[in-house]
């Protein structure tokens, strides 16, 4: 009678712990599926210069790093006028030099990657019933 009573005890425990580790088992799935998608996130920014990667993105890691920090360029937003701006007044007077074919590529990539946001005051409010106080 006591013998299968320690059994029943033994049978509980192995249960409890099967479940626990059942259970800790998934975690790493959630934490596989959060890597992913952290990965893929910094998978589109490039470790090295924290330029995004996408077309043109080689040409501007080859012409526009060797003289100061990428963070000049992502931290900046302009136009494409605005970027055009920036690369003749270094051509002008930081000794940028001519960057034939490669111009518009890099025109490109800037204005579309780095574009002015428009982050700026809500719109006014339309339509609203005033009340007499
Ligand atoms: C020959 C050297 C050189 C190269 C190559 C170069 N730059 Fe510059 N750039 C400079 C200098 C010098 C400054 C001024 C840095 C400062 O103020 O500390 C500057 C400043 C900047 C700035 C900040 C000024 C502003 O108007 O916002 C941006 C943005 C910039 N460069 C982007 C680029 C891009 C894009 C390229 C590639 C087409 C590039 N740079 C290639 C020399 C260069």
């Given at each position: 009678m006591q013998k299968a009573g320690?059994?029943?005890v033994v049978f509980l425990v192995l249960?409890?712990?099967s479940i626990n580790t059942s259970l800790s088992r998934q975690q790493p799935t959630i934490n596989n599926a959060y890597t992913l998608a952290f990965t893929?996130?910094?998978?589109?920014v490039d470790k090295q210069t924290g330029l995004i990667m996408a077309p043109g993105y080689t040409l501007v890691?080859?012409?526009?790093?060797r003289c100061h920090s990428p963070k000049l360029i992502t931290d900046k937003r302009a136009t494409r006028d605005g970027w055009l701006a920036t690369i003749r007044w270094m051509q002008q007077t930081q000794g940028l030099w001519d960057l034939g074919k490669?111009?518009?590529?890099?025109?490109?990539y800037?204005?579309?990657n780095y574009a002015p946001t428009n982050e700026g005051r809500r719109p006014p409010l339309k339509s609203?019933?005033?009340y007499k106080l």
């Open positions: 320690v059994g029943v249960l409890v712990l893929v996130v910094a998978d589109s890691k080859q012409n526009c790093v490669a111009e518009p590529e890099i025109l490109d800037l204005a579309k609203i019933e005033w």
